[in-house]
T-cell receptor
């Protein structure tokens, strides 16, 4: 397993601004993932972040809106740029760390855009 | 396309048994996962099935039939703390997790 921390845990931001979310893992991992979860809904994968290469974005998500950094094997950031109220959501990072490829999640960042 | 179906909501009584079903259609299969998510918290890993059959882990068991594209999570001796959403996820041929919408389980005394 892995222990993951995220900062900030929550934030209220004004539209048009940007927020950077940090994700720290207690061990070195190859693959890190960024998800979004709307209230009462399931997880939507934004992108996969691999150390030493560009992040891979899912359909509907672009680098200009959600730039990701992965400077080493224990850390990643996701920036939500030029925010609008539609970006209000919970953002979760996860890592693939188990024997079976299971993912472990950080506690999430609850973002509200006004 | 890829699709995972689970019931939206289920209700059960404390001390009873409940079975949450999951059916899937994915491009390839490299395992099925069940996660528990309490309100306001992150998902936590419960179980993994890659071969047909039943995997038991304490009060929780998970079953898989690959030929039927079907799995269930069985929860025994239900406790109030089991009230949560249960997410089914399948790892496809690209080793990417495809997530179901989750089943909200309500436990009544």
């Amino acid at each position: 397993s892995a222990v993951i921390s995220q900062k900030p845990s929550r934030d209220i931001c004004q539209r048009g601004t940007s927020l950077t979310i940090q994700c720290q893992v207690d061990s070195q991992v190859t693959m890190m993932f960024w998800y979004r979860q709307q209230p009462g809904q399931s997880l939507t994968l934004i992108a996969t972040a691999n150390q030493g290469s560009e992040a891979t974005y899912e359909s509907g998500f672009v680098i200009d809106k959600f730039p990701i950094s992965r400077p080493n094997l224990t850390f990643s950031t996701l920036t939500v740029s030029n925010m609008s109220p539609e970006d209000s959501s919970i953002y979760l990072c996860s890592v693939s760390a188990g024997d079976s490829g299971e993912q472990y999640f950080g506690p999430g960042t609850r973002l509200t855009v006004t | 396309g890829q699709n995972i179906d689970q019931p939206t909501e289920m209700t059960a009584t404390e001390g009873a048994i409940v079975q949450i079903n999951c059916t899937y259609q994915t491009s390839g299969f490299n395992g099925l996962f069940w996660y528990q998510q309490h309100a306001g918290e992150a998902p936590t890993f419960l179980s993994y099935n890659v071969l047909d059959g039943l995997e038991e882990k304490g009060r929780f068991s998970s079953f898989l039939s690959r030929s039927k594209g079907y799995s269930y999570l069985l929860l025994k001796e239900l406790q109030m703390k089991d009230s949560a959403s249960y997410l089914c996820a399948v790892m496809d041929s690209n080793y990417q997790l495809i997530w179901g919408a989750g089943t909200k389980l309500i436990i009544k005394p």
